[in-house]
């Protein structure tokens, strides 16, 4: 099992359909942003914004805080 995802954003990430839109926010993510691995209002595991996340130790994990 391997730690908590945490990556820097660049363009591939930025261009890819995937990870491009923060799922918590909304909004794209721009350069040099830092983005986390999270659970939250969606299905598996998506890259938010990591001021958007709180770390659980308890499942080893991001989830999204102050959940709207
Ligand atoms: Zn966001």
Redesign the pocket.
């Known amino acids: 099992m391997s730690g908590p995802t945490k990556v820097i954003v660049d363009l591939s990430f930025m261009n890819s359909p995937d990870t491009g839109k923060?799922p918590?926010?909304?909004?794209p993510f721009s350069l040099g942003e830092t983005a986390v691995l999270a659970i939250g209002g969606w299905e598996g595991q998506r890259f938010?914004?990591e001021n958007?996340a709180t770390f659980d130790p308890d499942i080893r994990c991001y989830k999204q805080k102050n959940r709207a």
């Open positions: 923060c918590a926010c909304k909004r938010i914004h958007e």
